[in-house]
């Protein structure tokens, strides 16, 4: 299984950008970069997954380097409801899907 | 649309008393999955299962069984419960498709606590 390095914790400034970095530096070429977040106790959270190609939806924006080593979760305009843990995590095709620890995103005003 | 349903939501349990968490999806999902979440820690797989009939083991897959006898449902059962299992259970769902599955739906969460 692909193991992940995620920063515990990060700021940003509400209306900023953030740009939450995952090491994926294992990862098989056949796994998905998928990307979650949790607020509070709730459920996580889908928000994105990419192969090779840079994607982006109505939520954020995923890049995900040329070696696929690496891959940054973008939110263009963050706000208050971002406030969240985002997790960062490879997907094979065997069904299993491991989270790693996760980015702690405080957006403060 | 009821999506992910986890069932109880709250329970307490002495030392040794056994219990079954039930997992109920409506949207026709193969993948069902389930995790346990400690306080201030991420995300942990106990289960998951591919398909109606099958199961498979996760990352902490000890001191817990599961079935999954109807594609809509995933039960995760404690035989003897441990104060070491107090914590919250994820339930998540996933569609199937060319590669593996989709994105997981996840339930609201299992609070369990093991005095």
């Known amino acids: 299984d692909a193991k992940t390095t995620q920063p515990p914790s990060m700021d940003c400034a509400e209306g900023r950008a953030a740009n939450l970095p995952c090491n994926h530096s294992?990862?098989?070429?056949?796994?998905?970069v998928y990307w979650y977040r949790q607020i509070h106790s709730q459920g996580p959270q889908y928000i994105i997954h990419?192969?090779?190609n840079n994607e982006t939806n109505e939520m954020a924006s995923l890049i995900i380097t040329e070696d696929r080593k690496s891959s940054t979760l973008i939110l263009p305009h963050a706000t208050l409801r971002d406030t969240a843990v985002y997790y960062c995590?490879?997907?094979?095709?065997?069904?299993?899907?491991?989270f790693g620890q996760g980015t702690e995103l405080s957006v403060k005003p | 649309n009821a999506g992910v349903t986890q069932t109880p939501k709250f329970r307490v349990l002495k030392t040794g008393q056994s219990m079954t968490l039930l997992c109920a999806q409506d949207?026709?999902?193969?993948?069902m999955y389930w995790y346990r979440q400690d306080p201030g820690m991420g995300l942990r797989l106990i289960h998951y299962?591919?398909?109606?009939?099958?199961?498979a083991k996760g990352e902490v897959p000890d001191g817990y069984n599961v079935s999954r006898l109807k594609k809509q449902n995933f039960l995760l059962g404690l035989e003897s419960a441990a104060p070491s299992q107090t914590s919250v259970y994820f339930c998540?769902?996933?569609?199937?498709?060319?590669?593996?599955?989709?994105?997981?739906?996840f339930g609201e969460g299992s609070r369990l606590t093991v005095l």
């Open positions: 949207m026709n999902h193969e993948y």
């Open positions: 990419g192969l090779k």
């Open positions: 299962s591919v398909g109606e009939g099958t199961t």
């Open positions: 995590s490879p997907y094979n095709q065997g069904g299993k899907l491991i």
């Open positions: 998540a769902s996933s569609y199937s498709r060319a590669g593996g599955a989709g994105e997981l739906f």
């Open positions: 294992t990862i098989s070429g056949n796994e998905y």
